[in-house]
């Protein structure tokens, strides 16, 4: 196996990842979960489906470039720095389609997966260049400081459109409806 055939699997298996992981929270209520996966029908919440699908499958694969030996460089580095800038990457697109058109959920998935596809296709050439830094610390740290922050907004969201999830009238994790 190749680092492109690899590349074409993990597309795949992040954009199934993202599927199951969007009923992961309301099969499973509870506060880990709640961080980790939606926990309503919201924009933000929603931003969980590319971060975790995207750094979970990367495990995945990180594990699997290693059993092959296939070369990589900076891999946790780069997919973080990917992951994290797959938020802004779909919100550009997909806010200005929302606010023309509203909610349609072809759009949605067929975004997701061109932002996976996307991200997945820049990892790919990043991590055969050895680029001269060695550690993957900075990638940590950030992926801490992300769920720590996917968590603190999932149960103090901001009251703006973004946070509100307008299927069930609600911000967040609360239960009460918004009037």
Same mark, same amino acid.
């Given at each position: 196996?190749?680092?492109?055939?690899?590349?074409?699997?993990?597309?795949?298996?992040?954009?199934?990842?993202?599927? %199951?992981?969007?009923?992961?929270?309301?099969?499973?209520?509870?506060?880990?979960?709640?961080?980790?996966f939606?926990?309503?029908?919201?924009?933000?919440?929603?931003?969980? %489906?590319?971060?975790?699908?995207?750094?979970?499958?990367?495990?995945?694969?990180?594990?699997?470039?290693?059993?092959?030996?296939?070369?990589?460089?900076?891999?946790?580095?780069?997919?973080?720095?990917?992951?994290?800038?797959?938020?802004?990457?779909?919100?550009?697109f997909?806010?200005?389609?929302?606010?023309?058109?509203?909610?349609?959920m072809?759009?949605?998935?067929?975004?997701?997966?061109?932002?996976?596809?996307?991200?997945?296709?820049?990892?790919y050439?990043?991590?055969?260049?050895?680029?001269?830094?060695?550690?993957? %610390?900075?990638?940590?740290?950030?992926?801490?400081?992300?769920?720590? %922050?996917?968590?603190?907004?999932?149960?103090?969201?901001?009251?703006?459109?973004?946070?509100?999830?307008?299927?069930?009238?609600?911000?967040?994790?609360?239960?009460y409806?918004?009037?």
């Amino acid at each position: 196996m190749t680092l492109k055939q690899e590349k074409i699997i993990a597309i795949i298996g992040t954009f199934l990842l993202a599927f %199951l992981f969007h009923f992961l929270y309301d099969w499973y209520p509870n506060t880990l979960f709640s961080i980790f996966f939606p926990v309503n029908e919201s924009i933000w919440e929603h931003m969980k %489906l590319l971060f975790t699908p995207i750094l979970t499958y990367g495990i995945i694969e990180y594990l699997t470039l290693k059993y092959l030996h296939i070369q990589n460089h900076h891999y946790i580095f780069f997919l973080t720095i990917l992951a994290l800038l797959s938020i802004p990457f779909y919100l550009l697109f997909y806010l200005p389609f929302y606010y023309l058109i509203g909610e349609q959920m072809w759009f949605n998935i067929t975004l997701l997966f061109l932002v996976i596809l996307f991200v997945h296709t820049i990892h790919y050439f990043l991590i055969q260049k050895n680029l001269p830094f060695h550690s993957d %610390l900075p990638a940590l740290i950030l992926i801490i400081i992300t769920y720590i %922050l996917f968590g603190y907004l999932t149960y103090r969201p901001i009251k703006c459109d973004l946070f509100f999830d307008h299927v069930n009238e609600k911000y967040g994790i609360h239960i009460y409806k918004i009037k």
